[in-house]
């Protein structure tokens, strides 16, 4: 026995097609629609594939089954606004590691990718808009590397410029632009002393912020366990204890204020000082925020529009508002736009490829709440406000946000028809402008 004794020394075999094989019998099972637990729907097409693979190569799906939202129960789950295209692409590109791009498909497949965040297909993306890249286009592919925040591409783009300035520069798209960016790179913003509130408009790579990380921040608002209090704390939620921190604190209390970012500020414009229901303490002061300092700058009096803010409705000593104002930082300076058609306060509002949009609110002090939803174009000369579909249930006191092609209406509080008493909105909805259509 001992003569055909095995060694008892341990060995490693490596069978380096294995995670190949898994990745096509996978396919050949999605092809079939074998062990599929999951159907994907985008424009109405249906795509079965597996969650564990989608779970494992986004962060997008991994968190939609795994954190208890409703997708995780479901057998199907649409993807509501996602083109087939886009999403077809992805998923070809999970179960088999190719992906095919042309001129046709491309920007469903970056819209696709970035929403759900899989960042080997934007980078692909990325390596094939660089191959574009033409005097016809730079221009077109430097808004789409703005819009997704392609920093990869934006970067191929100013090289593409600066090789090409002296052919480019005479091109009647270009003029403009290539003054303003010049003046970018020799007056960096932190060193122009006579123009203070033009700074968030000139950030260069020298002056902006540099290796951040996307914070949530709440600032000011009511403290409900402190009786009639407001707060000046500025907190961000700090994500590895999922606990609140106080970075600085506003220069007053505020609650019911608007909020912007522009150009690495924020900003921070009206609300009330005290907590009143009746406008009466109502302020028109506008601060800003520069954390390179930590340091706040009250200017004389809301979202971001391009280079400018706007403010629109709200309410005051006088009474609900359908007055609009336009901020110009550049020149430090408010004036009149087009008005609302009606008193609205109560709203929430948000900007979309440089429309902006609101929904909902209140006319009067007493009154049902609405849900009517408005656009206004600024850029446009003479643009007034267009009324849009309205959203399925009416609402105040809410959020808007637009993200990728979808404006979304979050939350906010309505009142029962018969008792008047307020209850809690908790359904959000999804606006489409291209489509100038709504989803609950």
Request: net charge negative.
């Amino acid at each position: 026995m001992s003569a055909h004794r095995i060694s008892e020394s341990s060995k490693v075999f490596h069978w380096s097609h294995q995670s190949v094989s898994v990745l096509q019998g996978l396919n050949e099972q999605r092809q079939k629609s074998q062990f599929c637990d999951v159907v994907l729907v985008a424009d109405g097409q249906s795509l079965p594939v597996h969650k564990a693979l989608l779970a494992l190569s986004s962060p997008y799906f991994h968190a939609m089954f795994t954190l208890g939202m409703k997708e995780e129960r479901q057998v199907e789950v649409e993807l509501v606004g996602l083109s087939c295209i886009g999403l077809r692409a992805v998923v070809d590109f999970l179960y088999t590691a190719e992906l095919q791009l042309d001129g046709g498909n491309i920007d469903y497949v970056l819209e696709a990718a970035h929403l759900l965040q899989v960042w080997q297909v934007v980078d692909f993306c990325c390596q094939y808009l660089e191959q574009e890249v033409s005097e016809d286009n730079y221009l077109y592919l430097q808004e789409l590397a703005l819009l997704y925040s392609l920093d990869r591409l934006d970067t191929f783009i100013d090289q593409f410029i600066l090789s090409r300035f002296g052919t480019l520069s005479f091109t009647p798209t270009s003029c403009g632009i290539f003054l303003y960016t010049n003046l970018q790179n020799i007056f960096p913003a932190a060193s122009i002393p006579h123009y203070p509130s033009a700074q968030p408009l000139l950030q260069t790579g020298l002056t902006s912020l540099r290796d951040g990380v996307e914070s949530l921040l709440l600032i000011g608002g009511e403290v409900s366990e402190r009786g009639e209090e407001l707060s000046s704390n500025v907190c961000r939620l700090d994500n590895p204890t999922g606990g609140w921190k106080v970075e600085t604190e506003l220069p007053a209390q505020r609650s019911h204020h608007c909020l912007a970012v522009l150009g690495g500020f924020i900003f921070t414009a009206g609300g009330s000082s005290s907590r009143d229901n009746g406008g009466d303490a109502a302020c028109n002061l506008l601060y800003r925020y520069d954390p390179r300092h930590n340091q706040w700058t009250k200017w004389t009096f809301s979202g971001a529009v391009g280079d400018c803010l706007i403010a629109v409705g709200g309410r005051n000593d006088t009474g609900a508002l359908s007055s609009v104002e336009m901020y110009y930082p550049a020149e430090d300076s408010w004036c009149y736009v087009a008005g609302l058609p009606r008193y609205t306060y109560g709203h929430a509002g948000t900007v979309h490829r440089g429309v902006v949009y609101i929904s909902g609110g209140h006319d009067y002090q007493i009154g049902p709440y609405r849900r009517e939803v408005l656009s206004y174009e600024p850029s446009r000369d003479g643009s007034v406000w267009v009324e849009r579909p309205s959203m399925a249930q009416a609402r105040g006191w809410h959020c808007m946000a637009s993200l990728l092609h979808l404006i979304y209406a979050i939350g906010g509080s309505d009142d029962h028809a018969a008792t008047t008493e307020r209850f809690d909105v908790l359904q959000v909805e999804a606006y489409n402008p291209h489509m100038d259509s709504g989803v609950m």
